[in-house]
């Protein structure tokens, strides 16, 4: 299985941007999808994550009430839909996938290559 993130560019503090995550190959079966991101100098970074099957939602702290995680009902693409946007949320933001309901990027495999959002104050 292959993971293809998308949608990043450069906007301004408060603006919106959407992210894609698309599924390729062979018939995709995920227990969890999830988005991370990492800065420069950071390690990646939990962002949200969202059950595949049933569609349960959770959430960073810091982005909880900005962002929100979803998925098309044919179940080959995930969003990040990103509203109000702050300069701290600058980062190359990936796609993953993981066998359990978790936050720790460590048990989440299937990485696209991710996509850089920047936003400027």
């Known amino acids: 299985v292959q993971l293809q993130a998308s949608g990043g560019g450069l906007v301004q503090a408060g603006d919106s941007l959407r992210l894609s995550c698309a599924t390729s190959?062979?018939?995709?079966?995920?227990?969890?999808m999830g988005w991370f991101r990492q800065a420069p100098g950071r390690e990646r970074e939990f962002v949200a994550l969202?059950?595949?099957?049933?569609?349960?939602?959770d959430y960073a702290d810091s982005v909880e009430g900005r962002f929100t995680i979803s998925r098309d009902n044919a179940k080959t693409t995930m969003y990040l839909q990103m509203n109000s946007l702050k300069p701290e949320d600058t980062a190359v933001y990936y796609c993953?996938?993981?066998?359990?309901?978790?936050?720790?990027?460590?048990?989440?495999?299937?990485w696209g290559q991710g996509t850089q959002v920047t936003v400027s104050s």
């Open positions: 190959g062979r018939t995709f079966s995920a227990y969890v």
């Open positions: 969202i059950l595949w099957g049933a569609g349960n939602t």
């Open positions: 993953g996938t993981a066998l359990m309901w978790t936050r720790n990027p460590r048990m989440y495999a299937n």
